[in-house]
C-alpha cells in the first residue's frame, strides 16, 4: 500500500488557509496545518483548530477524503511533534506587508520566525521538501537553506509561479485570450525589478512581442512588477488567492512528479549559478520539479536588455542576503 503524501503547511493565515483549502479540495495528499494561538483578553482562541475542522467538513460536504489536521503551536517551538515525517513543509508563518512597508522592512521579525520553524522541521521532519512563502522570500529561502542544512534541491521559493500568472493575467485581459495559452515566466528577485521575460514569452506559440505593441508591454511589465502593491493598497493586507494556489502548483509537481518547469527561487552556484552570474543565494530561475524537489536549473536563453533588468534584480536580492547573513550569523549550518 502506498501512503498518501503529507504536506504541512505553518502559518495558516490568509495564504497558509487557502493552500490547506485548495490542498483539501485537490486530494492529493494529506494535509497539517499549524499556527500560534491567537489572544483576546482573557480569551484564547485556537483558531488553527477551528480552521481545519472546519475545512474537514468542507471536504465531507464535498465528497472529497482528504484528511486534514490543525495544531497549535507556540512562537518559541513548542507542539511540532505532529509536523514528523512531512513530505512537504510549506512555510507562510510571518508578518504580511502592510501598505507603505517595503519587503525587506519584514526581513528581522521574519527571519526570527523561520528559525524556529526550521529548527523544529530539522528535528522531526529531516527529508521534507520546504517551500517558503514568507517574504521578503528569496532572502527568506536562502535563509532556510542556511539553517535547515537541507541540499539546495529540496529548499524552494515561491515567487516566480506568482510573478507570472500576474503577467498571465495582464496579457490574457489584453489580448482577449485563455490565460492557458500563454507561456510567460517572470524570473529574478521577488521585487520591483523582477524580470519578465517578453523574449521568449508567447501566446499560443507566437511570440509576445509579435502580439502587443511594445508601449503596452511596458505597461504590463509595470503592472506585475507592482502587482502585489496594486492589491495591498486594495485590501490593505497582501494577496492570498493567487499566492496560495501558486504554493500549490509546486506542491503537485513535487507531489506527482510531473517534472513541469515552473520559475521558483532556489540556490544558485556552481555551474548555473555562473550562467546566471549569481554566487551563493537564492532566486528566481525556471526549475524542473519532481519527486525529488529541483532536478534541473533550467538555463533561460536572456536578451541583453534583460541580462542587465536581470543584473539589477539579482543585484537587489544580494544586498538583502547580506544583511540577513549577519542576522542569521553563528545559527548557520551550510557554510
Ligand atoms: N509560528 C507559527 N505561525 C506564526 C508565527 C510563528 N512564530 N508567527 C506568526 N504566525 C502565523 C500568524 O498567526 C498568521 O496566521 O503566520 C500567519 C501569517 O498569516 P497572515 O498574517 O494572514 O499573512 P499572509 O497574508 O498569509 O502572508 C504570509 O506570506 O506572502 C507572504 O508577505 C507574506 O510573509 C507573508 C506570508
Known amino acids: 500500500m502506498t501512503m498518501r503524501k503529507v504536506v504541512s503547511v505553518v502559518g ?19 494535509v497539517r496545518i499549524f499556527d500560534i ?21 468542507m471536504v465531507a460536504a464535498m465528497d472529497i477524503d ?40 519584514l526581513l528581522e521579525a521574519n527571519i526570527k520566525i523561520i528559525s ?11 527529508n521534507a521538501i520546504l517551500i517558503v512563502v514568507t517574504n521578503p522570500v528569496d532572502i527568506m529561502t536562502y535563509v532556510a537553506y542556511r539553517l535547515s542544512g537541507f541540499p539546495p534541491t529540496r529548499v524552494i521559493g515561491m ?38 521575460l517578453v ?14 505593441p511594445k508601449e503596452k508591454i511596458q505597461e504590463i511589465i509595470h503592472r506585475t512588477r507592482f502587482g502585489g502593491g496594486e492589491i495591498v493598497n486594495l485590501m490593505g493586507t497582501s494577496a492570498y488567492y493567487a499566492p496560495a494556489a501558486a504554493v500549490v502548483d509546486m506542491v503537485e ?36 520539479l519532481g519527486a525529488n524537489g529541483v532536478e534541473e536549473i533550467i538555463k533561460v536563453p536572456m536578451i541583453e536588455e534583460e541580462r542587465e533588468m536581470w543584473r539589477r534584480s539579482v543585484e537587489s536580492v544580494r544586498k538583502g542576503v547580506e544583511l540577513a ?11
Not at 523574449?199 to 502587443?212: A, Q, T
Not at 518547469?261 to 526549475?287: M, N, Q, W
Not at 547573513?325 to 557554510?335: A, D, F, L, Q, T
Request: aromatic content about 6%; hydrophobic content about 35%; charged content about 25%.
Open 12 to 30: 495558516a493565515g490568509n495564504v497558509g488557509e487557502h493552500v490547506a483549502s485548495l490542498l483539501a479540495i485537490k486530494g492529493f495528499a494529506d
Open 37 to 57: 494561538p491567537r489572544r483576546d483578553g482573557d480569551k484564547v482562541f485556537e483558531p488553527v483548530k477551528g480552521k481545519a475542522l472546519d475545512l474537514k467538513q
Open 66 to 105: 482528504t484528511k486534514i489536521e490543525g495544531f497549535t503551536v507556540s512562537p518559541d517551538g513548542n507542539g511540532y511533534e505532529p509536523i514528523v515525517d512531512s513530505d512537504i513543509v510549506v512555510i507562510t508563518a510571518g508578518f504580511p506587508r502592510k501598505p507603505g512597508m517595503s519587503r525587506e522592512d
Open 116 to 126: 524556529t520553524i526550521i529548527s523544529k522541521v530539522r528535528q522531526y521532519a529531516p
Open 159 to 196: 515567487a516566480g509561479v506568482l510573478d507570472s500568472a500576474r503577467f498571465k493575467t495582464f496579457i490574457a485581459e489584453e489580448l482577449r485570450v485563455s490565460p492557458k495559452d500563454i507561456h510567460a515566466y517572470v524570473i529574478g528577485g521577488h521585487g520591483d525589478e523582477m524580470v519578465p
Open 199 to 212: 523574449s521568449i514569452s508567447n501566446v499560443g506559440g507566437i511570440p509576445l512581442k509579435d502580439l502587443i
Open 253 to 288: 509537481a513535487l507531489v506527482t512528479n510531473s517534472r513541469r518547469i515552473l520559475p521558483c527561487s532556489v540556490y544558485l552556484d556552481g555551474e548555473a549559478g555562473e550562467y546566471y552570474e549569481v554566487k551563493g543565494f537564492c532566486v528566481g530561475v525556471p526549475v524542473k
Open 325 to 335: 547573513e549577519v542576522m542569521i550569523g553563528e545559527k548557520s549550518v551550510h557554510r
